[in-house]
């Protein structure tokens, strides 16, 4: 196994062309060790002060052996405990997780090495790029990653030379990384997470604070969430439905004030959309004296679902605990929506009761269905099936649809065009701030004149706080919804008069 240090003399060597960017490491002088008076042994050697390596993991993390131990969790299943909270951290190629040293496999045969002294291998995403430092003309072949880097355990250059060359680039991300490694290897570890225990419904009369993540938690009655890693995996699945709820609900986070990011046409359409999901409080009990007719459920629509439909459903019911008078009709609509659930067996067959085999589930929840559809929604909508739309119990939401990127740019051509027909809110999300930009200006250019902007691109205030790795690109770290904005088709549209006209027309007159 390689070891997780380097020889600073080496180190120094291959940046002898270079300034000193690291500082020497501080030596402590110790007194030396003589021999006792009368002492009949040999004079005893001097201690050699171990030279400060570079990465700062110690050895021992590598090295800690764990025997798998079974135990009987809270809620009385049985688990095996693979490893324990204080040895989370292994090399990717090293894991004692199987799909981890997979996913080390897949990174070295994928991965290119982003040293500014190869070709560039891809288009840029942004400016912060660090592709954008290679030349096509001077640059030397593209090299696959194979070097893993001893302070954060993952594929990131080719070689070690170029690991410690762009060591100040690399140190930007680097302890994003080893949190990154931490967070894979305590999601496989057979702990109990307690974490994801979700808190069961309140009553209506205690309201929810929505300013942050801590706020919603402490309000909403979680259990305490004493570790930083803790939050992290909670918030990977809460984001989600809070992404939707915040936006919403009338005790939103997001305003038309300062700073509030919504703009005027976005208060009218979220306001008609408030005053269905928070009727007032008069009849409908469970007397026949206040009998009143119950109103439609509020659909919502998630539009190219992957991960978000595979979530448990309890963390689907979070969103209807904030709702306490409202039904719910919730549809994953795309190709990949039933990735990740092939053990609830073949799609049902298509009938004339259900012409798209959609998977429904009206058993969860009085208050909530949801339906599954592996089909493209424009192919839907065309039929007819969903219609009509109401702006007062309809919403769609894509979470990261890639409107700007040209590998998905084709999948949304035909369908943004039917959307903003509708006339309904569109919530969409973002990996990153240069995701967020890079959809935002394409849907500008392409359909500027036909939407108007309900809420202008933010960092979420619900994003995950879990950060993610692109396999194919190690420096690319990304988080789920890390920003939110909303759109919708223009309602009317007005024409301005030529002054002339105007003063020609009055003298006619």
Partial sequence: MRPSYTCNRCLY?????????????????????????????????????????????????????????????PEGVSRTLVLTPDNLFHS?????????????????????????????????????????????ETGSPPAHVDFECPDCGIPVYCCEEHWADDYEAHLEVCDVLKEINEDDHDLRSGRYFKELVFAQPQIEEILTNMSSWDTYLYTRDFDALDQDREMRQAT???????????????????????????????????????????????????????????????????????????????TWMQLVYLFHRVQFSLHFIGPESMANRE??????????????????????????????????????????????????????????????????????????????????????TGYS???VKQDVNHLVERYGNEMDMLMEPTENIFRSLRWDLNDMDPHDITCSNWGVYAFRGKRYETTKKDPEEEVHSDRTA
């Fill in 433 to 435: 701030p240069a995701d």
């Fill in 236 to 314: 990977k699945l809460l984001t989600y439905p809070m992404t939707i709820a915040s936006i919403i609900h009338e005790l939103s986070p997001y305003h038309i004030r300062k700073n509030g990011r919504l703009t005027p046409e976005g208060l009218k359409s979220f306001t008609a959309l408030r005053h269905s999901l928070h009727p007032p409080r008069t009849g409908g009990d469970d007397t026949w004296k206040n009998a009143r007719l119950a109103p439609p459920a509020v659909r919502i629509f998630v539009l190219g679902a992957r991960a978000e439909s595979s979530l448990p459903r309890e």
């Fill in 343 to 428: 053990n609830e067996g073949p799609l049902p067959e298509q009938t004339p009761g259900n012409p798209f085999g959609a998977v429904i589930e009206d058993r969860i929840n009085n208050a909530l269905k949801i339906s599954t559809f592996v089909e493209h929604y424009h192919n839907i909508h065309k039929t007819g099936y969903f219609y009509p739309y109401d702006p007062y119990f309809d919403v769609f939401v894509c979470f990261h649809p890639g409107f700007g990127n040209p590998s998905a740019m084709a999948e949304w051509e035909e369908t943004i065009p039917l959307l903003l027909e509708t006339k309904v809110p569109i919530i969409a």
């Fill in 13 to 73: 060597a291959l940046k002898a062309s270079r300034p000193q960017w690291r500082p020497s490491p501080v030596r402590r002088a110790l007194p030396n060790i003589l021999p006792r008076a009368h002492s009949t042994k040999a004079p005893a050697p001097k201690l050699s002060i171990p030279q400060r390596s570079i990465s700062s993991t110690a050895n021992s993390k590598f090295n800690q052996a764990f025997e798998p131990v079974e135990y009987v969790d």
């Fill in 92 to 136: 990717f190629t090293n894991s004692p997780i199987p799909e981890i040293r997979k996913r080390a496999a897949f990174m070295r045969q994928h991965a290119y090495c982003s040293h500014p002294s190869h070709k560039p291998t891809r288009a840029l995403n942004s400016p912060e790029d660090l592709e954008s430092r290679k030349s096509s």
